[in-house]
């Protein structure tokens, strides 16, 4: 299958404490790197698909480390610009049982929020592309990284390349003067495919997932109901009138340790529901949603089939709780072995 997906977003060294240590207990931390463009790229070239990854890295030993890391997953890195000072960072202490996990960020005046205007020439990035891919954490890092998001979205509407996003709100990271609520409707209006959950549909856009007596919904008690969920979907695709297909995905936090793991996706007419999965012993939750993502474009490229598309996204991201670090590590047979229902875990000889 040849087609190329391009992704455009922040890679990050990651510093995760070990063995679900507290900031304050650990001495060491586990380093990798992630993000959230960055890993749906590496779960599509790992699919077989031709990948490029847009940011801008510093020019020293951490920016290429992280190039090293990308072209090691064989991702495309030519559209890669070498400036700035420093590379963004995260902290991740692991949650377990009750108590959840705790992200703290370290990447203002990273060289991908610090990108200068007009460097990267779009018509160039873009051609032979497929489809292109953003997330919201790109337009939350900076007013030019927000202009250099919309100057993408924009030129790959004009080139007649597929665009896809997932809202991905990240409350601690719009400190640059600009809400969310402003900056996301003129992006979002360029995308064929959304994605996000209740957080981000309501924090973004006001949009709040409904029983079917017209009530809210109290989605903080680990229960999650698909068809209520339409109503958000039906919202999204009134407001943006471009979009083809929206998707939310289901997570029921039973505990830091154990999730149910779902989505639906509804097409204008149809709502369609994935398998519920219980995900009972979490490894690495963070990424899951990128690995969602990945899935999800792999299987509207692959199969052509919404359901279909869908069922191997929600399998994709429910094994990518079983790895840790960012990116998910699985191939597309692991992905379909689970979709046929084989979730025995047996080993492999």
């Known amino acids: 299958m040849d087609k190329k997906i391009v992704t455009f977003g922040e890679i990050m060294l990651r510093l995760a404490t070990p063995a679900h240590l507290r900031f304050g207990q650990t001495s060491t931390f586990e380093a990798t790197f992630g993000g959230g463009e960055a890993n749906v790229a590496v779960s599509l070239a790992n699919y077989g698909l031709l990948t490029e990854f847009v940011t801008a890295l510093p020019d020293n030993d951490l920016g290429q480390a992280a190039l090293a890391t990308l072209r090691k997953h064989r991702v495309g890195t030519s559209h890669i610009l070498l400036q700035g000072e420093r590379l963004g960072i995260y902290f991740l202490e692991s949650g377990a049982v009750s108590r959840g996990s705790k992200v703290v960020y370290d990447r203002a005046h990273s060289a991908m929020a610090s990108l200068p205007a007009g460097q990267l020439n779009w018509q160039e990035v873009l051609q032979g592309a497929d489809w292109f891919h953003w997330t919201g954490i790109t337009p939350a890092l900076s007013q030019a990284a927000a202009d250099a998001c919309l100057q993408a979205i924009q030129t790959a509407k004009e080139m007649g390349i597929t665009v896809s996003c997932d809202l991905n709100y990240r409350k601690n990271l719009w400190k ?144 990518k709780h079983t790895i840790s670090g960012d990116f998910n590590l699985v191939s597309v047979e692991e992905v379909e072995k689970l979709m046929a229902g084989d979730a025995s875990g047996r080993v492999s000889r």
Request: charged share 15%; glycine share 12%.
């Open 176 to 319: 640059y003067g600009k809400k969310a609520s402003e900056v996301m409707p003129a992006l979002v209006a360029g995308c064929d495919i959304i994605l996000g959950n209740e957080e981000d549909a309501e924090k973004v856009f006001g949009i709040h997932p409904q029983g079917p007596d017209g009530t809210p919904l109290d989605v903080t008690q680990g229960q999650v109901e698909a068809q209520a969920y339409e109503s958000v979907c039906q919202q999204l695709l009134q407001r943006f009138e471009k979009a083809s297909k929206v998707i939310i995905t289901l997570r029921g936090s039973l505990s830091a340790s154990h999730n149910s793991w779902s989505g639906v996706l509804y097409d204008g007419t149809q709502l369609y529901e994935a398998p519920t999965y219980q995900i009972t012993h979490i490894v690495d939750r963070v990424g899951g949603g990128d690995a969602f993502m990945a899935g999800l474009i792999y299987g509207l490229l692959h199969y052509g089939d919404d359901q279909q598309a869908l069922n191997f996204a929600v399998a994709a991201s429910c094994l």
